[in-house]
């Protein structure tokens, strides 16, 4: 059986994902179709890589990641097929790529060229999908592609550490479902930084001093429920992604908000931790 995912910006109020989904059936026999996400902010490579390099680990090799953001070709963003880790990864060259694959000497790279006989506007329906048929019959990529060696980078992606070696400066690139901000600031940096001392997080007005090892560690269940103070408890954690995850227990954007709007930061703001 041939698994292929979905990691696209185009949300399920159009027709968009249905057809891509038909014409995946058509195209490949014995076919699984995972949604990984189709609720990406529109354009947010950053975004579009937390998702997809926390995902793709989950699924066996051999497995077709189709990442349908910013996709349409230039000669600016031309597309990529991708052989990482016994994945394959269909996709533009915008940086997306770059975020998740660490390691390009071991990785095969195409740029796609069957442009020259395919003109579109949706390129996930009209290219993408024939790469992936090519890959899922075991066909070369360098069948449908040209290889190269290297790939758009983003830059100011990565938390910088600053010259008294006593501060990281880090940033939100992701705010979930609940509200939960999401940082670049990943645990293993941190302690390799931080050598286990005392520390402040910042973010705007916003201060920890502590990080939990989960949401609930952060409510004393000794107290009565109704000396707990739970309702917009704040609490900082390192997330099941290792990512230094800003919260508010139980929050609900919807209803009493979440730590994206109590503590007025979004996409990219900036988040510091600042070692004694």
């Known amino acids: 059986m041939t698994i292929v995912t979905l990691t696209t910006d185009f949300g399920h109020k159009d027709y968009s994902v249905s057809v891509i989904k038909a014409a995946l059936l058509q195209q490949i ?9 189709h609720q990406i902010s529109p354009y947010n490579p950053s975004e579009t890589a937390y ?13 077709i990641h189709i990442i349908g953001v910013e996709s349409e070709w230039t000669p600016e963003n031309i597309h990529l097929a991708i052989e990482f880790e016994g994945h394959f990864f269909i996709g533009a060259d ?25 003109i579109s506007s949706f390129p996930v ?7 992936a048929a090519h890959i899922a019959r075991k066909g070369n990529l360098e069948v449908i592609g040209k290889p190269i060696n290297q790939i758009k980078e983003l ?8 010259l008294e070696g006593n501060q990281i400066l880090g940033s939100v690139i992701y705010i979930d479902n609940y509200g939960n901000l999401i940082t670049n600031i990943k645990k293993i ?15 705007r007005s916003i201060k920890f001093k502590k990080i939990y090892n989960g949401y609930s560690e952060a409510i004393d269940f000794s107290l009565p429920k109704n000396k707990r103070n739970e309702d917009g408890k704040k609490l ?17 954007p919807k209803t009493v908000g979440g730590a994206s709007s109590l503590f007025g930061l979004d996409y990219r703001d900036p988040v510091t931790v600042k070692f004694e």
């Open 236 to 252: 900082a954690l390192f997330n099941s992604a290792n990512h230094l995850e800003l919260a508010v227990y139980k929050s609900n």
């Open 51 to 63: 998702i997809l390099k926390n995902a793709f680990r989950a699924f066996p090799e051999g497995t």
């Open 125 to 131: 329906l009209d290219v993408f999908i024939s790469v």
């Open 94 to 118: 915008n940086g997306i790529l770059s975020m998740i694959i660490d390691d390009l000497k071991n990785t095969k790279i195409v740029e796609i060229n069957i442009h020259k006989t395919v």
């Open 155 to 162: 830059t100011n992606i990565n938390p910088v550490i600053n």
């Open 29 to 37: 026999p014995n076919l699984s179709v995972i949604d990984i996400s």
């Open 189 to 203: 940096f941190f302690n390799e930084v931080g050598k286990t001392r005392n520390f402040t997080i910042s973010a």
